[in-house]
């Protein structure tokens, strides 16, 4: 066979290939299982390094109840770090993808009022690209006992898959040399389960224009599709101290 005959001929092939969606030398790539089989409910990771100095710090990420959730409805986490002294500087938490953010709160200790919860909704930094929910703050201590905990509240895709196991990650900045730590996956995951009758019955409250929900890792708000959720909501947010004079 001639040379250009040769290079007729393998033009031709290449084409037929581009065509049926083959190439040459690739493996069609396929869907592979993640694996599950290391996830809990909650998880702590444990680490020191040299800028630490030796002493040891805890990275913990829970998730808030019996761990799982309907499509829908919702499902709240609590990422939190402890340790010997140092100042916290940022907590993150990596949630699944198409989690809208409902809420958050911070549990930090300050000088007056020791170790309080305080919400933040509107001061967390949130980041669709990886899927994150951060908050920053000037420097907040692990000193004798004390904690800096970001709790945070999704609303569910209401397409996502009843029987999925869902991971999740943590992240957090110590004001130390190297204090940058991220664990994502942290094998903190929430399953996803069918919605039992009241949230079946209660989740057409969103078709009647008294939810709204934005995309990716934005603010949900309005009305949740539980009524019984948002009357908790309500009654959880009033300052009772304010209401008799005590604050």
Not at 123 to 150: C, E, F, M, P
Not at 213 to 221: K, Q
Request: charged share 15%; aromatic share 6%; with cysteine.
């Amino acid at each position: 066979m001639s040379e250009n005959r040769r290079k007729t001929v393998a033009l031709g092939a290449a084409a037929l290939m581009t065509l049926s969606g083959l190439t040459t030398g690739v493996a069609t790539a396929s869907a592979q299982p993640t694996d599950t089989s290391a996830c809990k409910t909650s998880q702590t990771a444990e680490r020191s390094w040299a800028g630490s100095f030796g002493s040891k710090y805890y990275l913990n990420k829970e998730v808030v109840g019996d761990g799982t959730a309907a499509p829908g409805g919702q499902v709240t986490f609590r990422t939190t770090i402890s340790g010997s002294g140092a100042l916290v500087s940022r907590l993150d938490d990596f949630h699944p993808a198409g989690f809208e953010l409902v809420r958050a709160r911070e549990s930090v200790w300050k000088l007056l009022g020791g170790q309080s919860w305080t919400t933040v909704t509107d001061d967390v930094q949130r980041n669709a690209a990886n899927n994150s929910v951060s908050r920053t703050g000037a420097g907040w201590t692990t000193a004798g006992g004390a904690h800096a905990t970001l709790e945070t509240t999704y609303r569910v895709p209401k397409d996502a898959t009843p029987g999925d196991v869902l991971n999740t990650g943590a992240g957090v900045t110590i004001t130390l040399a190297d204090g940058r730590w991220v664990e994502n996956p942290i094998n903190t995951c929430v399953t996803i389960r069918e919605p039992n009758a009241v949230e079946a019955a209660t989740g057409s409250l969103d078709g009647l224009g008294l939810g709204s929900v934005t995309s990716g890792s934005t603010a949900a708000g309005g009305i949740s599709s539980d009524p019984a959720t948002f009357s908790s909501d309500i009654i959880n947010g009033i300052d009772i101290g304010q209401l008799i004079g005590l604050s």
